[in-house]
């Protein structure tokens, strides 16, 4: 079972964006969204590094973050950090899709 090391990368990223826009902002509701997606994402690459076919929560908060920040750089026009976690969050979305549909081992039945 290999580690699924850039959906680690990508839950990590989230959680230090919400802490860092706590540090320099003192915004609570950064540091809260970014420390529960974080971890909602740490729990989905966990999941995805035991099963490949298990990447629903993955797939599902990746989404989410994607379009709540996607809307957010809609609206605003700021590429950091909305935009940035926008893009990083479909380019997620897209990676785990592929991964789980091309992976011999995710299309195994048991």
Do not use: H, W
Request: aromatic content about 10%; proline content about 5%.
């Amino acid at each position: 079972m290999p580690i699924d090391y850039a959906a680690f990368a990508y839950a990590a990223s989230v959680a230090g964006g919400g802490i860092l826009g706590y540090v320099k902002s003192k915004s609570i509701p950064s540091l809260a969204a970014g420390l529960l997606f974080g971890t909602i994402l740490g729990f989905g690459a966990y999941q995805t590094s035991q099963d490949p076919r298990n990447c629903a929560v993955l797939l599902g908060s990746s989404a989410t973050l994607g379009g709540m920040m996607g809307y957010r750089y809609y609206n605003t026009g700021k590429i950091m950090p909305a935009g940035a976690i926008a893009i990083i969050s479909a380019v997620m979305f897209i990676r785990t899709v592929v991964k789980n549909v091309t992976t011999p081992e995710a299309q195994k039945v048991e």
